[in-house]
Nanobody, 123 residues
Framework: QVQLAESGGGLAQPGDSLRLSCAAS????????VGWFRQAPGKEREWVSC????????YSADSVKGRFTLSRDSAENTVNLQMNSLKPEDTAVYYC????????????????WGQGTQVTVSS
């Protein structure tokens, strides 16, 4: 099967760091743009960041710029989201998704989605 799986979520205190991973099975993730989205309770899912097929090109929402960093680990067929300086506002279920486009911030342009991983930031 073609699927994605997120991991690395958990409980963190404000200011802490977490690293989320998006692992692909059944296809080569390096050939796709990968986006990260998050959804907090009672909120619509929002775009967080994406890494383009173009080498080294990433984009991030204003809310996470300077704090979150995307990278590829092609040897492991994964994309990682390094989250630093976490805030309570970062609490959400985080999803990764793959797109045939070079890059995109829009959910509709992503074809394969993971099940999500919970990130909770609190004292």
């Amino acid at each position: 099967q073609v699927q994605l799986a997120e991991s690395g979520g958990g409980l963190a205190q404000p200011g802490d760091s977490l690293r989320l991973s998006c692992a692909a099975s059944g296809f080569t993730l390096a050939r796709y743009a990968v986006g990260w989205f998050r959804q907090a309770p009672g909120k619509e899912r929002e775009w967080v960041s994406c890494i383009a097929i173009t080498e080294g090109t990433t984009y991030s929402a204003d809310s996470v710029k300077g704090r979150f960093t995307l990278s590829r680990d092609s040897a492991e067929n994964t994309v990682n989201l390094q989250m630093n300086s976490l805030k309570p506002e970062d609490t959400a279920v985080y999803y990764c998704a793959a797109s045939y486009l070079t890059w995109s911030t829009r959910e509709q342009n992503y074809d394969t989605w993971g099940q999500g991983t919970q990130v909770t930031v609190s004292s």
